[in-house]
């Protein structure tokens, strides 16, 4: 099986180095090269077309969110991870809109990285369960806005939502919510109808797209 070809981009050297060693444990996933900056990041992505880049939004000489214009336009078929500190709507939308494909905070696990980088590669989306919760909310409410009023989505189907966008299933959704799984089933049901949703990355690639 060809393995995931990965770009590190963060100007902490020991952050890089970590990454680099960890991600190393999977023989699936190939660290393909380095970059401390935007300039160099870029450089990197145009010469060794990696499968996933691993941004962070605070880089220095060119800034993030300029890297992930950039990457969308001239090589739209890597794929963005963003790893980073910052986790309010004002770094996160931006960031979204601007092409990334997965967002997580630095706090994130090892294993959380290397699984989100298999799920970029498999042309998949993926957020960190507190980002999620805002932004499917936020997509919610751009949908409320847009549709008409008997497609508008009651507030328990709102709560279902933001719960499977958590990656909760039937049993921790019920249990979270006070009501049985067959309600659950319902609901979620109810939400495939409306929005087209079937699993956690199609309701992540739906918010997206809001």
């Excluded at 890297?67 to 969308?72: D, S």
């Excluded at 910052?86 to 990285?113: F, I, N, T």
């Excluded at 499917?136 to 009023?149: F, R």
């Amino acid at each position: 099986m060809k393995a995931i070809r990965v770009l590190l981009a963060d100007d902490h050297t020991v952050l890089r180095d970590s990454l680099r060693a960890f991600l190393g444990m999977y023989p699936d996933i190939q660290v393909v090269g380095e970059a401390s900056d935007g300039v160099e990041t870029l450089a990197q992505a145009l010469t060794l077309k990696p499968d996933v880049l691993l941004l962070d939004m605070a880089m220095p000489n060119l800034g993030g969110l300029e890297v992930l214009r950039r990457i969308a336009k001239e090589q739209p078929e890597c794929k963005v991870l963003v790893l980073t500190q910052h986790d309010s709507p004002q770094y996160v939308l931006p960031a979204l809109q601007s092409g990334a494909k997965g967002y997580l905070l630095k706090k994130s696990g090892g294993s959380e990285v290397a699984q989100a980088v298999r799920a970029l590669a498999r042309g998949e989306s993926v957020l960190h369960p507190a980002i999620a919760r805002f932004v499917i909310d936020a997509a919610v409410q751009g949908n409320a806005q847009s549709e008409s009023a008997s497609d508008h989505l009651t507030e328990r189907e709102r709560e279902v939502l933001v719960l499977i966008g958590e990656g909760k299933t039937n049993a921790e959704i019920a249990k979270s919510l006070g009501i049985s799984q067959k309600t659950v089933d319902k609901h979620r049901g109810n939400l495939m109808q409306k929005l087209g949703v079937t699993s956690r990355a199609g309701l992540i690639r739906y918010a997206l797209d809001k």
